[in-house]
């Protein structure tokens, strides 16, 4: 039969048909299983390089929100300390833990879970700063379904603050200084520029614009709409802005409690008390009180941090986190519309009464209970180290019993950097003379020692480069001083008083420059003045009078009275001793020019001018680098 089948074409058509469909059919399915395998191989590739891209774009990610938080907690004068705890605090809280902000991959959920280890802490000086260096690992875990990689970054943040000398500068680098102890009152508004410091300070005139700071040994009060463009430091006692409309660009530390009538705004706030906003101010930067806080009617802040209980009068916004060593709205049962954008923190208890229209973006923890009335809304966790209650929405977990994270502690008011070690200027030693000497004309009075020297003449008294000893300087209305400063500068020391009539003008020469200085010439030619000032020395034990309308440069020291007449122009550094510092109404401009090269420069050191006219080195920025290349683990 076989060999029938051999010699007929047709059954040896049919045997070759089989062998080549069985050929085919072998080579088919391993080429098939071949490309599933290939197929498969791709895909698992495909995913372990991703893996690798989602972690590289976590860690990438991380570091971006860690490096603004640095740059946002340098835009605050924090120790180390503090900088650094609430910078890990925000670490632990919003960067480590599973980040999920990814496209879908090949119908699986990429997540990349994040974990900041922090590792050594080293210090050192760094010229008159203090630098404190945190080291911190970043691992980042790439995970697409049962696949995934880890990638390290090693990191160094660096915070550096100014180490606080044992003076607030010296005296003569203040525009106003008083070591007595008569208040400081400014009563007719005018235009400051320069920084102030005296034992109590009293700013009761509306429109009152003052480009510096205001150092206080006691308290500090502003009773009329005013304008600060610097700190208010008040070393002893309190602040209190009690009228509305102030405003305060730069910071408030304050030994005792401070207090912010409706509409004042600031930067941030140190007390070494309680914080009360009585209506609608606006904290650009953070509250940080000893006691409790207060935030009046649609007053809006930062970070709160409360060494006591936290009340809100109603249409407040907080647009940072809220860290309260006490209760948080148990005595605010009428207020409403709260918004908090961060995280709360109490060590007491927690109350959103019901239909007030609390939003909470962030988690409550509390060490007491929390209570969420209904219409209120807590976006993140509760969780509570009492009870939970209320009808009010929690969207994340609601722990009761649970261990809630506690709240971070105050920064305490900076006050010692700012203080003067010794308040009395010390005065110099010398001998005058026992002539009494008439100006009735234009005179040259060559330096040297003279008695009483009255100015009765129109024409100028000159006073040359060089040293002047008076027992007494006074004139008569209408009269003028020339100080030539060609060869250097002028000092005038005087035993008793310096009394200058109404109308006294004065010129000032040096080389070919010789200028009438009154207020016209100091508003267009500033710079110039102020260097002029600088050379131009008095020191009197008695007082030193100007009168109205008066236009004076030079910088003055009186062992008793400071007086100058309404609607002065002054141009210099002045300060008293003993007596009363007294800038009289009708809007008086006062502008600071350092001692630059006359008697007074060894009353200052440049240290003391917080608006850019002292000598000081610039603060460097907080510093982050990385410090090791990404690998993989």
Same mark, same amino acid.
Not at 96 to 117: D, I, K, L, Y
Not at 170 to 196: C, K
Not at 358 to 375: K, L, P, Y
């Given at each position: 039969?076989?060999?029938?089948?051999?010699?007929?074409?047709?059954?040896?058509?049919?045997?070759?048909?089989?062998?080549?469909?069985?050929?085919?059919?072998?080579?088919?399915?391993?080429?098939?299983?071949?490309?599933?395998?290939?197929?498969?191989?791709?895909?698992?590739?495909?995913?372990?390089?991703?893996?690798?891209?989602?972690?590289?774009?976590?860690?990438?990610?991380?570091?971006?929100?860690?490096?603004?938080?640095?740059?946002?907690?340098?835009?605050?004068?924090?120790?180390?300390?503090?900088?650094?705890?609430?910078?890990?605090?925000?670490?632990?809280?919003?960067?480590?833990?599973?980040?999920?902000?990814?496209?879908?991959?090949?119908?699986?959920?990429?997540?990349?879970?994040?974990?900041?280890?922090?590792?050594?802490?080293?210090?050192?000086?760094?010229?008159?700063? /203090?630098?404190?260096?945190?080291?911190?690992?970043?691992?980042?875990?790439?995970?697409?379904?049962?696949?995934?990689?880890?990638?390290?970054?090693?990191?160094?943040?660096?915070?550096?603050?100014?180490?606080?000398?044992?003076?607030?500068?010296?005296?003569?680098?203040?525009?106003?200084?008083?070591?007595?102890?008569?208040?400081?009152?400014?009563?007719?508004?005018?235009?400051?520029?320069?920084?102030?410091?005296?034992?109590?300070?009293?700013?009761?005139?509306?429109?009152?614009?003052?480009?510096?700071?205001?150092?206080?040994?006691?308290?500090?009060?502003?009773?009329?709409?005013?304008?600060?463009?610097?700190?208010?430091?008040?070393?002893?006692?309190?602040?209190?802005?009690?009228?509305?409309?102030?405003?305060?660009?730069?910071?408030?530390?304050?030994?005792?409690?401070?207090?912010?009538?409706?509409?004042?705004?600031?930067?941030?706030?140190?007390?070494?008390?309680?914080?009360?906003?009585?209506?609608?101010?606006?904290?650009?930067?953070?509250?940080?009180?000893?006691?409790?806080?207060?935030?009046?009617?649609?007053?809006?802040?930062?970070?709160?941090?409360?060494?006591?209980?936290?009340?809100?009068?109603?249409?407040?916004?907080?647009?940072?986190?809220?860290?309260?060593?006490?209760?948080?709205?148990? +005595?605010?049962? /009428?207020?409403?519309?709260?918004?908090?954008?961060?995280?709360?923190?109490?060590?007491? $208890?927690? %109350?959103?009464? #019901?239909? *007030?229209?609390?939003?909470?973006?962030?988690?409550?923890?509390?060490?007491?209970?929390?209570?969420?009335?209904? $219409?209120?809304?807590?976006?993140?966790?509760?969780?509570?180290?009492?009870?939970?209650?209320?009808?009010?929405?929690?969207?994340?977990?609601?722990?009761?019993?649970?261990?809630?994270?506690?709240?971070?502690?105050? +920064?305490?008011?900076?006050?010692?950097?700012?203080?003067?070690?010794?308040?009395?200027?010390?005065?110099?030693?010398?001998?005058?003379? /026992?002539?009494?000497?008439?100006?009735?004309?234009?005179?040259?009075?060559?330096?040297?020692?003279?008695?009483?020297?009255?100015?009765?003449?129109?024409?100028?008294?000159?006073?040359?480069?060089?040293?002047?000893?008076?027992?007494?300087? /006074?004139?008569?209305?209408?009269?003028?001083?020339?100080?030539?400063?060609?060869?250097?500068?002028?000092?005038?020391?005087?035993?008793?008083?310096?009394?200058?009539?109404?109308?006294?003008?004065?010129?000032?020469?040096?080389?070919?420059?010789?200028? =009438?200085?009154?207020?016209?010439?100091? %508003? +267009?030619?500033?710079?110039?003045?102020? =260097?002029?000032?600088?050379?131009?020395?008095?020191?009197?034990?008695?007082?030193?009078?100007?009168?109205?309308?008066?236009?004076?440069?030079?910088?003055?020291?009186?062992?008793? *009275?400071?007086?100058?007449?309404?609607?002065?122009?002054?141009?210099? #550094?002045?300060?008293?001793?003993?007596?009363?510092?007294?800038?009289?109404?009708?809007?008086?401009?006062?502008?600071?020019?350092?001692?630059?090269?006359?008697?007074?420069?060894?009353?200052?050191?440049?240290?003391?001018?917080?608006?850019?006219?002292?000598?000081?080195?610039?603060?460097?920025?907080?510093?982050?680098?990385?410090?090791?290349?990404?690998?993989?683990?």
């Amino acid at each position: 039969m076989f060999k029938d089948m051999w010699s007929n074409e047709d059954g040896m058509a049919l045997i070759f048909t089989l062998l080549t469909f069985v050929v085919l059919s072998v080579l088919g399915t391993a080429i098939f299983s071949l490309t599933v395998s290939n197929v498969n191989l791709t895909k698992a590739t495909t995913t372990h390089e991703s893996t690798f891209y989602i972690s590289e774009a976590g860690s990438n990610q991380s570091l971006a929100l860690i490096k603004a938080k640095v740059k946002q907690l340098s835009t605050h004068s924090l120790s180390h300390d503090a900088f650094f705890s609430q910078l890990n605090h925000y670490v632990q809280t919003e960067i480590n833990g599973e980040m999920t902000t990814f496209e879908p991959n090949g119908g699986e959920q990429p997540r990349a879970e994040m974990n900041v280890g922090i590792g050594a802490v080293a210090e050192r000086m760094v010229g008159n700063y /203090s630098e404190r260096t945190t080291g911190y690992t970043l691992e980042s875990t790439g995970e697409i379904g049962a696949a995934d990689r880890t990638i390290e970054t090693r990191f160094d943040i660096s915070h550096r603050i100014q180490v606080a000398s044992s003076t607030g500068g010296a005296p003569l680098d203040y525009l106003l200084y008083s070591g007595s102890n008569h208040q400081l009152d400014l009563t007719g508004g005018g235009y400051f520029e320069g920084d102030v410091y005296a034992k109590d300070v009293n700013i009761r005139a509306s429109g009152t614009e003052l480009h510096g700071s205001v150092i206080s040994e006691q308290s500090i009060k502003i009773s009329s709409a005013s304008k600060i463009y610097g700190d208010l430091v008040a070393l002893g006692g309190h602040v209190n802005l009690s009228s509305s409309n102030n405003e305060v660009t730069g910071d408030i530390h304050a030994r005792d409690y401070v207090m912010l009538s409706d509409g004042t705004d600031a930067q941030s706030i140190y007390s070494g008390s309680y914080v009360d906003l009585v209506g609608a101010n606006g904290i650009t930067g953070d509250i940080n009180a000893g006691g409790y806080v207060k935030l009046g009617y649609g007053a809006v802040t930062n970070n709160i941090y409360a060494n006591g209980d936290l009340d809100w009068r109603g249409g407040n916004i907080v647009n940072g986190d809220i860290h309260a060593v006490g209760d948080v709205g148990l +005595t605010s049962s /009428s207020s409403s519309n709260i918004s908090v954008k961060g995280n709360t923190y109490t060590g007491g $208890d927690f %109350r959103a009464g #019901a239909y *007030n229209n609390f939003r909470f973006d962030g988690s409550v923890h509390a060490g007491g209970d929390i209570e969420i009335g209904t $219409d209120n809304i807590i976006k993140g966790d509760a969780i509570a180290g009492g009870d939970i209650t209320g009808q009010g929405t929690v969207n994340g977990l609601r722990s009761s019993s649970g261990t809630p994270n506690v709240p971070l502690a105050p +920064t305490a008011p900076q006050l010692s950097e700012h203080r003067m070690d010794v308040s009395a200027i010390p005065l110099t030693t010398f001998e005058y003379g /026992s002539k009494k000497t008439n100006i009735n004309q234009t005179i040259t009075l060559e330096p040297g020692e003279y008695g009483r020297v009255k100015i009765n003449g129109r024409g100028p008294l000159v006073l040359k480069s060089g040293n002047y000893y008076f027992e007494s300087l /006074s004139s008569v209305p209408h009269t003028g001083v020339k100080f030539d400063i060609t060869d250097g500068p002028i000092n005038v020391f005087v035993n008793g008083d310096v009394a200058i009539k109404t109308d006294m003008e004065f010129y000032v020469k040096k080389g070919a420059r010789d200028v =009438k200085v009154d207020n016209n010439f100091v %508003r +267009t030619h500033l710079d110039e003045v102020k =260097k002029f000032a600088g050379e131009i020395y008095f020191e009197t034990h008695g007082s030193f009078t100007l009168p109205e309308s008066t236009t004076f440069i030079g910088t003055v020291i009186a062992n008793q *009275n400071f007086t100058a007449g309404h609607a002065a122009t002054l141009v210099g #550094a002045f300060a008293v001793n003993h007596g009363k510092m007294d800038i009289r109404d009708y809007g008086p401009n006062v502008y600071y020019a350092p001692p630059k090269t006359s008697a007074g420069a060894a009353h200052a050191n440049g240290t003391g001018a917080s608006t850019g006219t002292g000598e000081g080195e610039v603060l460097p920025p907080t510093a982050i680098s990385i410090t090791s290349a990404t690998t993989e683990q």
